[in-house]
């Protein structure tokens, strides 16, 4: 990588909308007094102790131009994107509901089958929601219930392990947005095989920490993780596995049909990383966890801090605690 490369990509990383879009967090963190609840908030779904394991809820919801602009795939990804969150936890999915906005039926229509189709190829039902027909735009958002064994969640990154990522490379773009789209001609059994390493992995006891990879890309979510566990994460950029024919700076900005982000201990990385091989998704070691405040990421042109936490919360749940 040239400096000139490195340069270029550090400043995209810094003005990154998508990863600024993440301080809307604060403002219901803030307004809620959510870090002070008993249930953890600032992970993929809360997480709520039920007999011997957890409950998982979350729900997405999403750009009114994406539903506008391709809305049979924001009905699969009102299915898809919760999903992950699920797995993210390393959990299992149990059902979905959702909540419509639509101008008329004809509106509604394609929303409403591409979460049909979704819910059909995840084997995932659908079992309820809110239905309105008569605004001027379409909206959209979903919500999803499962349940986890063992839990993987964003405060659990420790210093001295190693920062894995994971993304399905068998796809491409689907223009004009970041969206990495390897789900839709999928076969339903890859999918609900490939979601399922994750809470297998929490349940051999391989890793406690991850996230899947959202519009704030590798970097972004790596922020989150970060703040939410306390702990320092160096991004080796020259580690990370880019697909044929896509510049890393794309990359760093896409937001992948199945993508996560995971902090193994260094005797589980190979583990990891053979489980990921084995159903043909592309994984690699791309960074550390250490102490500190502080997200770098570095090439073989230099090394840069793309955020320090404490200087610029994203999401305020240190403060927040801390104010308590």
């Known amino acids: 990588m040239t400096q000139e490369e490195f340069q270029a ?19 219901a963190t803030q307004q809620l007094s959510l870090a002070v609840q008993p249930i953890a908030v600032g992970d993929d ?46 959990g299992r999915p149990i059902a979905v509901v959702d909540a419509l906005w639509a101008a008329g039926e004809q509106g509604a229509e394609p929303v409403l089958a591409g979460m049909k189709a979704a819910s059909a190829a995840f084997g995932v039902p659908i079992v309820g929601g809110h239905t309105n027909l008569k605004t001027d735009r379409g909206q959209l958002s979903v919500a999803i219930l499962g349940r986890a064994k063992n ?11 190693r920062l894995l990522a994971v993304i399905d490379h068998r796809g491409g773009y689907r223009e004009p947005f970041n969206n990495w789209e390897a789900a839709t001609r999928a ?50 950029l020259e580690a990370i596995p880019v697909p ?18 995971l902090s193994v201990p260094q005797v589980h990385v190979a583990d990891v990383l053979a489980l990921f091989a084995s159903r043909d998704l592309t994984a690699a070691a791309i960074g550390t966890i250490g102490e500190g405040s502080k997200v770098r990421v570095t090439s073989s042109a230099g090394t840069a801090i793309i955020r320090d936490y404490t200087e610029q919360p994203l999401m305020q749940f240190t403060l927040a605690e801390a104010a308590e």
Do not use: H, Y
């Open 9 to 27: 990509v550090v400043s995209a990383l810094r003005g990154s909308a998508g990863i600024a879009a993440k301080r809307d967090i604060a403002v």
């Open 45 to 90: 779904c809360a997480a709520i102790a039920d007999g011997d394991g957890f409950l998982l809820l979350a729900i997405e919801g999403f750009m009114n131009e994406f539903v506008a602009g391709d809305p049979w795939f924001a009905g699969w990804c009102g299915v898809m994107v919760n999903l992950s969150d699920i797995a993210a936890m390393g």
């Open 151 to 161: 839990l993987l969640t964003s405060f659990d990154a420790k210093p001295g392990e």
């Open 187 to 236: 076969p339903a059994e890859r999918l609900r095989g490939d979601l399922d390493l994750l809470p297998q992995i929490a349940e051999a006891g391989w890793s406690k920490a991850a996230k899947d990879i959202s519009q704030g890309g590798i970097v972004g979510t790596a922020i989150m993780l970060a703040e939410c566990s306390g702990v320092a994460i160096e991004i080796d």
């Open 244 to 261: 044929a024919g896509v510049t890393l700076g794309r990359w760093l900005a896409t937001f992948p049909s199945f993508g996560f982000i």
